[in-house]
């Protein structure tokens, strides 16, 4: 599968930025699709997730309540949207795929194929 990550850019703080995920090779059905981001120097670290089947989502403490990550099964896409993204969310955004049980949906190894990433860049 390949993974295509868009819809970066800059951005004001408080304004809005929607990210896009689509695949190619085989559809999300069966799997949990992940955003991580990095920052410069830092590890990328786990921001949303959301079960293909069955829509269940997950979200970093830091951003619970401005993100929103969702799906368009017709167009074999996941979004995540970033309401209100501060400074602090600039970073390479990643999303990926993998298999994880709730335990583990949030950890980076749960995910094995992962996209290209789209640089965000939240201006103050």
């Known amino acids: 599968v390949q993974l295509q990550a868009s819809g970066g850019g800059l951005v004001k703080e408080g304004a809005s930025l929607r990210l896009s995920c689509a695949a190619s090779g085989r559809t999300f059905s069966g799997y949990t699709v992940g955003w991580f981001h990095q920052a410069p120097g830092k590890e990328r670290e786990f921001v949303a997730a959301?079960?293909?089947?069955?829509?269940?989502?997950y979200y970093a403490d830091s951003v619970k309540g401005r993100f929103s990550i969702s799906r368009d099964s017709a167009k074999n896409t996941v979004y995540l949207e970033m309401n209100s993204p501060k400074p602090e969310d600039t970073a390479v955004y990643y999303c990926?795929?993998?298999?994880?049980?709730?335990?583990?949906?949030?950890?980076?190894?749960?995910?094995?194929?992962w996209g290209q990433g789209t640089l965000v860049t939240v201006s103050s």
């Open positions: 959301i079960r293909w089947s069955g829509g269940n989502t």
């Open positions: 990926a795929t993998g298999r994880p049980i709730a335990s583990t949906v949030r950890a980076r190894a749960s995910y094995y194929d």
